[in-house]
């Protein structure tokens, strides 16, 4: 194995470690080698593979079992969704299945907020919307167009779903900037997603959710367009 830079050397160690889990040369439920053996390959210490090993355990990609050694786990039979953001920053692949999830809780999310959303939380939608029109660049269209997403799901009265719209956006965080093509205008932008809130104002259920389905399909291809 080729020594690794003296540089960020714990960084590097965790990626180089990470990347090769995640394409398979240490599969899942296997042991790697024996820390002396690992930490000579890599032209580290064992202090630093043990460092490493620490960032990967905590990420769920590792896990030890004293007296034995650490083994692979089989993160996706017994991981959570906060794998996700290192799992899009090793594949971008994974950005079409989280779009899936995307559309059809955002939908959800919407039909669940027309029917729940108080007057103070139909007002801070309209706000909301407006600061999407009004945002300078496409990133800030893009973060004002996340904030609507959030109000969405507190207007639901369910706090998992205000968790899950957490986890969707920090899931594509990694490749965020390319995925900016649905709010390079921010007056269509706002034109595009005001019929969601505007059903939701309305408590309109159905309408609500037809918008939702309508937006996130519309700006999903964009994005994948734009990823692409």
């Known amino acids: 194995m080729e020594a690794l830079p003296r540089e960020s050397i714990v960084d590097v160690l965790e990626t180089r470690l990470r990347e090769d889990i995640l394409t398979g040369r240490h599969p899942a439920g296997s042991y790697l080698p024996p820390e002396r053996t690992l930490a ?39 991981g959570g969704a906060d794998l996700l953001p290192m799992l899009v920053r090793h594949s971008p692949d994974w950005i079409g299945e ?50 609507v997403h959030r109000a969405l ?19 594509y965080l ?12 921010a007056q269509v932008a706002r034109e595009r997603l005001e019929p969601v809130v505007e059903a939701v104002v309305a408590g309109d259920e159905a309408d609500a959710r037809r918008a939702a389905e309508q937006y996130l399909t519309v700006t999903e291809r964009i994005m994948l367009e734009g990823l692409a």
């Open 174 to 185: 990694p490749v965020r900037a390319a995925l900016r093509g649905p709010f390079t205008d």
């Open 40 to 78: 000579d390959g890599y032209g580290v210490t064992r202090t630093t593979l043990k460092h490493a090993f620490g960032r990967l355990m905590q990420a769920g990609l590792l896990e030890t079992r004293h007296g034995v050694g650490t083994r692979v786990r089989d993160y996706l039979r017994l």
């Open 153 to 171: 799901a507190r207007a639901t009265g369910n706090r998992v779903y205000v968790l899950l719209t957490n986890t969707l956006f920090n899931a």
């Open 98 to 147: 989280i779009f899936e999830v995307r559309r059809s809780i955002g939908a959800l999310i919407a039909e669940r907020a027309a029917g729940r959303a108080t007057d103070p939380q139909r007002a801070e939608l309209r706000a909301l919307l407006t600061a999407v029109g009004e945002a300078a660049d496409a990133d800030a269209v893009q973060l004002a167009d996340i904030e």
